[in-house]
Protein backbone atom coordinates (compact mmCIF):
# COMPACT_ATOMS: atom_id res chain seq x y z
CA UNK A 1 0.00 0.00 0.00
CA UNK A 2 1.43 3.59 -0.77
CA UNK A 3 1.88 6.25 1.73
CA UNK A 4 2.91 9.87 1.12
CA UNK A 5 3.86 12.67 3.66
CA UNK A 6 1.75 15.68 1.84
CA UNK A 7 3.62 19.15 2.71
CA UNK A 8 0.78 21.54 2.60
CA UNK A 9 2.05 25.17 1.80
CA UNK A 10 -0.68 27.87 2.87
CA UNK A 11 0.17 31.62 0.50
CA UNK A 12 -2.29 33.47 2.67
CA UNK A 13 -0.05 33.04 5.67
CA UNK A 14 2.90 31.38 5.16
CA UNK A 15 2.41 28.24 6.76
CA UNK A 16 3.13 24.90 6.06
CA UNK A 17 1.33 21.69 7.19
CA UNK A 18 1.95 18.18 6.74
CA UNK A 19 -0.26 14.89 7.05
CA UNK A 20 0.21 11.77 6.16
CA UNK A 21 -2.17 10.55 2.85
CA UNK A 22 -2.63 6.41 2.55
CA UNK A 23 -4.91 4.20 0.95
CA UNK A 24 -7.48 5.07 -1.89
CA UNK A 25 -6.78 9.02 -1.45
CA UNK A 26 -3.12 8.13 -2.28
CA UNK A 27 -3.68 5.83 -5.16
CA UNK A 28 -5.63 8.77 -6.47
CA UNK A 29 -2.49 10.61 -6.88
CA UNK A 30 -0.45 7.96 -8.46
CA UNK A 31 0.57 9.77 -12.25
CA UNK A 32 -0.36 12.56 -11.39
CA UNK A 33 2.58 15.14 -12.70
CA UNK A 34 3.94 18.49 -11.04
CA UNK A 35 1.81 21.55 -11.46
CA UNK A 36 -1.28 18.99 -11.44
CA UNK A 37 -4.11 20.60 -9.69
CA UNK A 38 -6.53 18.90 -7.92
CA UNK A 39 -9.50 18.06 -5.28
CA UNK A 40 -8.21 19.02 -1.40
CA UNK A 41 -10.34 15.76 -0.25
CA UNK A 42 -7.50 13.40 -1.01
CA UNK A 43 -5.73 15.17 1.77
CA UNK A 44 -8.38 15.79 3.87
CA UNK A 45 -9.17 19.29 2.75
CA UNK A 46 -12.42 19.53 1.80
CA UNK A 47 -13.36 22.39 -0.64
CA UNK A 48 -9.66 23.08 -1.37
CA UNK A 49 -7.91 23.38 -4.38
CA UNK A 50 -4.14 22.14 -4.10
CA UNK A 51 -1.37 22.28 -6.61
CA UNK A 52 1.93 19.87 -7.07
CA UNK A 53 4.97 21.63 -6.87
CA UNK A 54 7.68 18.86 -6.18
CA UNK A 55 8.19 16.28 -4.23
CA UNK A 56 11.17 13.25 -2.96
CA UNK A 57 11.38 9.95 -3.39
CA UNK A 58 12.47 7.27 -0.50
CA UNK A 59 16.59 8.12 -1.31
CA UNK A 60 15.80 12.04 -0.71
CA UNK A 61 16.19 12.14 -4.72
CA UNK A 62 14.37 15.65 -6.05
CA UNK A 63 11.90 15.88 -8.41
CA UNK A 64 12.02 17.86 -11.21
CA UNK A 65 9.86 19.01 -13.52
CA UNK A 66 11.65 19.06 -16.90
CA UNK A 67 12.45 15.51 -16.42
CA UNK A 68 9.27 13.20 -18.10
CA UNK A 69 8.45 9.93 -16.15
CA UNK A 70 8.74 8.01 -13.17
CA UNK A 71 12.45 7.19 -13.24
CA UNK A 72 15.44 8.57 -11.71
CA UNK A 73 17.68 9.28 -13.88
CA UNK A 74 21.38 11.29 -13.95
CA UNK A 75 21.51 14.77 -15.83
CA UNK A 76 23.72 16.97 -16.37
CA UNK A 77 22.49 20.00 -14.49
CA UNK A 78 24.04 23.85 -14.73
CA UNK A 79 21.29 24.85 -11.88
CA UNK A 80 17.84 24.80 -10.44
CA UNK A 81 16.41 21.91 -8.54
CA UNK A 82 18.37 19.15 -7.54
CA UNK A 83 21.94 21.17 -7.82
CA UNK A 84 23.37 25.09 -6.86
CA UNK A 85 26.10 25.64 -8.58
CA UNK A 86 29.33 27.63 -6.65
CA UNK A 87 30.74 28.97 -9.55
CA UNK A 88 29.18 30.60 -12.69
CA UNK A 89 29.43 28.28 -15.38
CA UNK A 90 29.38 25.36 -13.78
CA UNK A 91 28.04 22.02 -14.21
CA UNK A 92 27.56 18.90 -12.72
CA UNK A 93 25.98 15.12 -13.44
CA UNK A 94 23.51 14.61 -10.99
CA UNK A 95 20.92 12.24 -10.04
CA UNK A 96 16.99 13.35 -9.79
CA UNK A 97 13.54 12.16 -10.13
CA UNK A 98 11.09 12.36 -12.68
CA UNK A 99 7.80 14.89 -12.37
CA UNK A 100 5.24 11.94 -12.57
CA UNK A 101 3.97 10.55 -9.12
CA UNK A 102 4.73 7.01 -8.19
CA UNK A 103 5.60 4.14 -5.64
CA UNK A 104 8.72 5.33 -4.98
CA UNK A 105 8.15 8.89 -4.03
CA UNK A 106 7.70 9.49 -0.27
CA UNK A 107 6.91 13.10 0.36
CA UNK A 108 4.62 15.26 -1.86
CA UNK A 109 4.66 19.23 -1.74
CA UNK A 110 1.76 21.03 -2.09
CA UNK A 111 0.02 24.81 -2.80
CA UNK A 112 -3.39 25.86 -1.79
CA UNK A 113 -4.45 27.40 -4.89
CA UNK A 114 -8.04 27.91 -3.98
CA UNK A 115 -9.53 27.96 -0.51
CA UNK A 116 -12.65 26.02 1.21
CA UNK A 117 -14.92 27.61 3.47
CA UNK A 118 -13.63 26.16 6.82
CA UNK A 119 -9.91 28.09 7.74
CA UNK A 120 -6.92 25.57 7.00
CA UNK A 121 -5.61 25.89 10.70
CA UNK A 122 -9.02 24.57 12.20
CA UNK A 123 -8.84 21.53 9.77
CA UNK A 124 -5.23 20.93 11.23
CA UNK A 125 -5.53 21.51 14.95
CA UNK A 126 -8.24 19.08 14.87
CA UNK A 127 -5.83 16.12 13.47
CA UNK A 128 -3.39 17.07 16.67
CA UNK A 129 -5.65 16.72 19.28
CA UNK A 130 -6.81 13.40 18.29
Known amino acids: MVEFKAVIAD ?3 GKTYQTVVSGQHANRLMGMKIHDEFDGLFVSLPGYKLK ?3 GSDKDGF ?3 RDLP ?3 RKKIV ?4 VGFHPVNEGQRRRKYVRGNTISADIVQINL ?3 SYGPRPIEEQFKQEESE
Open 52 to 54: ITG
Open 11 to 13: VKN
Open 62 to 64: PMR
Open 77 to 80: MSGG
Open 111 to 113: KVT
Open 69 to 71: GQQ
